[in-house]
């Protein structure tokens, strides 16, 4: 490599060039809007959480219960046998504390993804969601939670329908 | 299995670069090139070529491989694209393998490419698509949400420490100062300089990352016949291997990738090897992350489960070490054009195996080396072994 090629290829640019216009580019922005199918096992998932409780699919073959609820099973590739209601709690698997948004702008009060693992479901199987109503500091894998939904007459079917999940102490309703 | 043995007999690489004035389709020529005259051979010799580049939605044009195809030498030949997320750098030079192994084709071209600047202002935000569109999408999910979990779920189930994981970005930011063609190359970087860069999702720090950039690397593969007509020093794949696991990512254990393991099993039997710690001489894992270089060595077999940053503490995995892992500086310091970087990977081993890898060169002349590359929805390891034995 080194040995034979002593110039490699690649013209770095920087924001600089840009601003000061010593470069040509054309700007353009995509405009795509979508309206997804739900399928039939995240339908019935979207109707549950609409109903304000958290569905799960069971195999009786590979005795898993996972979250959400899907039509086959990956295991077996037979298809899954029933829908399990869930608990609204859970434990806390893993978290990030996270001061960049989607579109990469900062933020001070960080975000606080989670992954939850759901009561009723086999282990390790959980979602992803966020933290609520905890300082940042507190949070901790193995934190027990608790989802805090929306007013039943504002769900309108949506993983978005439970705002977020907060801790909770064992025997507190 | 009747399958021919293949060689790599050339390779090329343009710069990584945070923006590249060139297009996509210029840096894959660059490549491409260069890749045809280090073994001296033309697009003539050339009967098949693999792309691989990573999301059309980085660059927003859609059919990738066809726009790139002019720049990577495709026209009038047989022309495949693959694409499994940040595997494809592995996974291309592995379907060229195939392409040769089978007998279809004595020559292949690999071309790996992106361009990851054009989205605008930066392209993380293209990596939304990723996420599932019903399930996950409406909570605007951030890339590096799945990758600062995984993290702290590897952290707190072998309890290890950040300052034990940059150790990884100070030696792959290190070695990279030897690069000629890398972005974030730095001989004086510290662990203080790491831990103190601004937190961007807790526990990843921003020098704990690799840096989106645009580059273009390109391989010339070759059979038996072949490969010993153009070089003395041809370099053989092996074994490879590919495996995926469930796109449920919330379903499962992430202190551990099963399906590393996997792919490592399938490459590790092809090549005849039964102790991998012992007969793999120089690692190249795929680094996106530092905690990644250690969850992949671990996923390996390299390294025992939760002992990877002690490998390196103890001073094995630098570059003069018993088993050198990215010489090259991997992904956070050559850089991380997706696709392109899993090749430079590969074009490492390359260069190393060949001993023309100039101030990077690992001493003891080195024969075997694995490099190894992982993506999609943190679900999916490819692995390929180079040696200079057929």
Known sequence: MTNKFKEFPGTPLSEGDFKEGKILFYHDQMKADFAWDTGVAIGSYLAALKEGYLLGGYCQTCRKTVIPPRTVCEWCFRPMDSYVRLEDTGTVNTFSLCYVTWDVKRIKEPELPAVIEIDGASPLHGIMHKLGEVDPEDVHIGMRVRAVWKPPDEREGAITDILYFKPFKEGES | MAMRKVAVVGAG???????????????????????????????????????????????????????????????????????????????????????????????????????????????????????????????????????????NRYMHTYGISKKDIAQVAVKNKRNAADHPCALLGDPEITVEDVL????????????????????????????????????????????????LDTAYWTNRELAYPRYVEYAARMAYEMAGIKEPRKEIHIVEPYDPFDYKECHHLEGLLLADRGQAPQLLADGVTLRDGAMPVCPSGGLLGVGNPIAAAGLMKVAELYWQLRGEAGARQVPGQPKRGLAQAWGDLMQVGTVIILGTNP
């Open chain 2, 196 to 243: 103190n860069s601004e937190v961007l999702a807790w526990p990843v720090n921003r020098l704990d990352v690799s840096p989106v950039s645009d580059g273009a690397v390109a391989l010339v593969l070759a059979a038996e016949h072949v490969a010993k007509r153009i070089t003395d020093k041809p370099v053989w794949i092996q074994g490879v291997g590919w495996n």
């Open chain 2, 13 to 151: 690489m343009t710069k990584f670069v945070r923006r590249a004035q060139e297009t996509g389709k210029e840096l894959a020529w660059h490549a491409s090139r260069m890749a045809l005259e280090s073994c001296e051979m033309t697009l003539d010799d050339i009967e098949a070529v693999c792309l691989g580049t990573a999301p059309d939605s980085f660059d927003g044009v859609h059919m990738k491989a066809e726009y790139l195809s002019d720049g990577a030498g495709a026209w009038g030949k047989p022309f495949m694209r693959s694409y499994v997320g940040g595997g494809t750098g592995v996974f291309t030079p592995i379907q060229g393998w195939y392409h040769v192994a089978s007998g279809l084709f004595d020559a292949v071209l690999v071309v790996c490419e992106e361009k990851m600047s054009s989205y605008y202002p930066h392209g993380q935000a293209a990596f939304m698509t990723i996420f599932d569109h019903t399930t996950e999408r409406p909570l605007k999910p951030n890339l590096l949400w799945i990758f600062a979990m995984e993290m």
